[in-house]
């Protein structure tokens, strides 16, 4: 028993919610599902989400099956430091409106490229042509555009301090930087955030993103 984490490092809001953990230093028990060989759609995974998506959360029991709902849940459980989900009402809108965002612009923008391009073929899907490809890398740019408009000139998201937004979007950001083309070049404000969550995360990032890569390369040889 205890806090059972159900998650995977390729997943962007698995690494959100692990990287949450190691950063505020709460214990939980590692229980690795592999999305891409399809360990989530076992008939036991399948009772605790019907969904049959990482990340999930089962604390001694209580089961939550949404990324932003267990970074919520753990934040008030845990009582981590006040700037990842600020108790005061209007900095925490502030957060919750770039966290909605993010499921709906960046995360499908960035899966977009980096799923259909990379791990496609994994699920049956065909290969995109490239009028496709570059349909697709014309959204994600849409969303590069939104984030720079979103920094202004602050050091974060949501300003001067660290939230849970920038961990969550800087995941998203971090999934079609692995296909070839540079997602950066038309937007260094946004590599200059992004390289800013790498350094404030470290050495967390560097750990989560090393064994994502190695994922990726065990699949360039499969
Ligand atoms: N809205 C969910 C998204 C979860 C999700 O889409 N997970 C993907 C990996 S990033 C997955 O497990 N896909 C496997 C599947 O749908 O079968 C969250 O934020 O937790």
């Not at 949404?66 to 009402?89: E, F, M, R």
């Not at 209007?90 to 960046?106: C, G, M, P, S, Y």
């Amino acid at each position: 028993m205890g806090l059972d984490i159900y998650y995977f490092p390729a997943s962007q809001p698995s690494r959100s919610v692990v990287m949450f953990l190691k950063l505020n230093k709460i214990e939980y028990n590692d229980k690795l599902v592999n999305f891409i060989t399809g360990e989530q759609n076992t008939p036991e995974y399948l009772a605790m989400n019907p969904n049959h998506a990482v990340p999930v959360m089962d604390d001694d029991g209580f089961v939550i099956c949404q990324s932003v709902a267990i970074v919520k849940y753990l934040a008030s459980k845990y009582q981590t430091a006040d700037h990842w989900y600020p108790s005061d009402l209007k900095k925490r809108a502030k957060v919750d409106e770039l966290l909605d965002w993010q499921h709906t612009n960046i995360r499908k923008h960035g899966i977009g490229v980096f799923f259909y391009i990379k791990l496609g073929h994994f699920f049956g899907l065909p290969a995109l042509t490239p009028e496709q490809i570059d349909e697709r890398y014309k959204e994600l740019d849409g969303s590069m555009t939104l984030i720079e408009c979103f920094l202004k000139d602050q050091k974060y998201l949501c300003g001067d301090e660290i939230t849970l937004a920038d961990l969550f979007i800087a995941n998203e950001v971090l999934q079609p930087t692995k296909c070839e083309r540079d997602i950066y070049e038309k937007h260094p404000k946004v590599k200059a955030w992004i390289d800013r969550v790498r350094e404030r995360l470290n050495p967390v990032w560097d750990e989560m993103d090393g064994v994502f890569d190695q994922i990726l390369s065990g699949l360039a040889s499969r």
